[in-house]
């Protein structure tokens, strides 16, 4: 994808996890002309778990345990159908938690039902609790079997028969159509920050998805920067040409009402003005970033899609180019 792009995250569980309400989200997004639309991923949250949150100041998971998340490789199969050009993600998909085959095999399958419109956004997941609830491998593990999951995937994508031998997975020679509908296979965005995800970037991933402007994981641009330069040596190493890295950002965003008085402003994010938020996008942009997904901060339907609306008329049109 070439040029600027704009996405956005869909409430996956809560108030607005429902039908009606994701249905007009994603119509409206797509009506729009955004790029792409990303769903989260939790399969179950145990009532009881000490796991460090990485996007919380406290570490705490923010949420009630019985808020419910939905499926998203079955949230996606319903999306594909409610819309006609915009992408569909995951942002991010757990990817020890599901046997590679299938999930490769589903994505697949939507991918050709979609017309070639999935982007696979991958992590290796953050809570303990959940990897034992699913029967998942090894949580202190998780990051050697996602690189090995996505090779796997990658191999049935690409190669007819396909063939794998791993630590994690075996896969003797086997039939593995159809294909994707986009060439090469589906493009895996890595998800995180952290050193060993720097890595999985440079080497594996067709773009970097981080999570920024959420505290702790606040990713300014000067720190984005020096974690770009991490990921572009590794690419180097592996043989690759860092250029063929998309970059992207995910973050929260809202625009201050048109009139009358606004205290929003005070929260991590782009925040603020129209040409407040302009003035974000831009400092991103002269890194290489040309691809923003945006948590819509209105806790309401009617919020969100007048924002989606706004960010469209307002922003959009002032930041679609990116800076020579």
């Not at 009617?302 to 706004?310: A, K, P, W, Y």
């Amino acid at each position: 994808m070439r040029g600027m792009h704009f996405g956005v995250s869909l409430p996956g569980r809560g108030p607005l996890a429902t039908p009606d309400a994701l249905t007009k989200l994603a119509e409206k997004a797509d009506t729009l002309r955004y790029t792409s639309l990303f769903v989260t991923d939790h399969v179950v949250i145990p009532t009881s778990n000490n796991s460090t949150y990485p996007y919380s100041p406290t570490g705490r998971f923010a949420s009630d345990w019985t808020n419910g998340y939905l499926e998203p490789i079955a949230l996606m199969g319903v999306l594909a159908g409610l819309t006609s050009r915009i992408r569909l993600g995951t942002s991010v998909l757990v990817v020890p938690y599901r046997n590679p085959v299938v999930t490769a095999k589903m994505l697949a399958t939507l991918d050709v039902m979609s017309g070639g419109r999935l982007i696979l956004g991958a992590g290796v997941g953050w809570m303990r609790e959940e990897f034992e609830a699913v029967q998942a491998p090894p949580f202190d593990e998780r990051g050697r079997v996602t690189d090995e999951y996505l090779r796997l995937m990658r191999v049935m994508w690409t190669k007819e028969p396909a063939e794998f031998t791993g630590k994690y997975y075996r896969l003797p020679s086997a039939s593995a159509l159809p294909k994707p509908r986009q060439a090469g296979g589906i493009p895996i965005w890595v998800g995180g920050h952290t050193d060993a995800a720097l890595r999985r970037v440079g080497e594996l991933a067709d773009a970097w998805h981080p999570i920024g402007l959420r505290p702790p994981a606040m990713l300014h641009p000067p720190e984005y920067a020096e974690k770009v330069k991490v990921i572009h040596g590794w690419a180097r190493k592996a043989g690759r040409d860092p250029k063929d890295i998309t970059l992207s950002l995910r973050v929260p965003l809202e625009l201050a009402p048109r009139r009358g008085t606004w205290t929003g402003s005070d929260q991590p994010g782009f925040r603020g003005t129209a040409a407040e938020v302009i003035g974000h996008i831009k400092a991103y942009q002269t890194l290489g970033v040309s691809h923003f997904v945006f948590d819509l901060a209105p806790a309401d339907l009617r919020g969100q899609l007048s924002l989606m609306e706004r960010f469209a008329e307002e922003v959009r049109p002032k930041v679609l180019r990116a800076p020579r």
